[in-house]
């Protein structure tokens, strides 16, 4: 009876395994049938491998892919890929994801309907108004804007490094032009009556460009009309809390008469070139 027992769990037990055995094939099966990626761990499993090896290899070879891929993205593999050559690898990469593709094809649309844009040669904005009423306060221009085309005020300071190369181009132009066509109003940041004095006239007379007095209230008041200054006039001029729009130094031109405001870019067009003689001011004319 012992004997007949233990063969009776034996096979038992046996039939357990098969069934287990003949469930797994057929899970095994229909997976393959559904087409699912089977993971290397549990095929190395089915076929009484060491999947917890193979495991570790893939992540150890993943490991290993990444430090490559950085190494070229940043151009240093042991010294013998230059900075720019990783930098193109990287951007030859980049040029591939679909996003990028995306936004750059977007990106050539929009030039493209700009292009068409300026080919229908659409009108330029108008230029600023400002108006003679809002200038009308400031007495210091009364002269300047009845008896010429174009006024400029220049806005600048003789301790400035940068308003210094500025003056003597202002000054040639001003001399080449007929009279009644440009006038220059100085607004100074000079630090004195003197100092302001000192640097007009360290660029010839005083006949080119006119100047308001040191005290004047027109002088502060321009600055706070048009949003310039130095910088450390800001907390003075502006207040404590403002921000300015234009530092020194800044020409800005108005049409005569009117008032209006042509342009902020003076300096830049001295700067240039574009407006250095007398035939360049049709530039300036052209805005009016």
Known sequence: PEVTLVSSEKMA????????KLRANSNLSTVKNQN????????????????????FKTR?????????????????????????????????????????????????GSDLRLQAADSKNIPRPAPI???????????????????????????????????TPITPLLMALYASVPSGELSIVYVSSDESEK??????????STDWI???SFNHGDRNGLKR?????????IQVVLGEHAKR???????????????????????????????RKASNLLHWKSLI
């Open 225 to 233: 009309h048009f949003s310039v200054c130095a910088k450390k006039e």
């Open 245 to 275: 729009k234009y530092e020194i130094p800044t020409l800005i031109l108005l049409e005569g008469g009117s008032g209006r405001v042509l342009s902020y870019d003076g300096v830049k067009d001295l700067k240039t070139g574009k407006v």
């Open 36 to 55: 699912v990626p089977i993971l290397p761990q549990e095929s190395a499993r089915s076929n009484g491998g060491d999947g917890g090896l193979i495991c």
């Open 60 to 108: 150890c070879a993943l490991a290993l892919c990444t430090i490559l891929l950085g190494c070229i993205a940043t151009g240093v593999f042991f010294g013998n890929i230059s900075t720019e050559a990783g930098a193109g690898h990287v951007k030859k990469s980049l040029a591939q994801i679909p996003a990028i593709k995306m936004l750059r094809a977007r990106s050539a």
């Open 195 to 204: 100092q302001m004095r000192e640097y007009i006239e360290a660029h010839g």
């Open 210 to 212: 006119s100047s308001m």
């Open 13 to 20: 037990v046996s039939k357990r395994k098969n069934a287990n």
């Open 129 to 163: 108004e400002e108006g003679v009423d809002s200038l009308a306060k400031f007495t210091s221009l009364a002269g300047p804007l009845a008896n010429s085309e174009i006024v400029g005020l220049f806005f600048g300071a003789g301790w400035c490094s940068m308003t």
